[in-house]
């Protein structure tokens, strides 16, 4: 498992208990490969002008809170991850 600085930043408070439950988790593995890949892609469209197109970007921060939810929500939390 490859540690993420968009988890990092994303789970400030809970990144131990979600290193942990990773390990044992497959879904909650999945959810948050998946929330870093999406994370990559964004970081690469900010940074490339024409990369992805605005209805894109949107769809795809949308998706990224939908997976920070889903990982509060696998750990069990009652606090809301940052939106982006």
Known sequence: MKQSNHLKEAFPDCLAQLNTSRKSDPLL??????????????????N???????????????????????????LGSNSEAPVE
Do not use: H, P, W, Y
């Open 48 to 74: 490339e002008t024409g990369r992805m197109s605005e209805g894109l970007r949107q769809d795809v921060i949308a998706s990224i809170n939908a997976l920070k939810q889903e990982i509060l929500n696998r």
């Open 29 to 46: 593995e999945e959810i948050c490969c998946d929330l870093e890949r999406l994370s990559v892609d964004l970081e690469l469209a900010r």
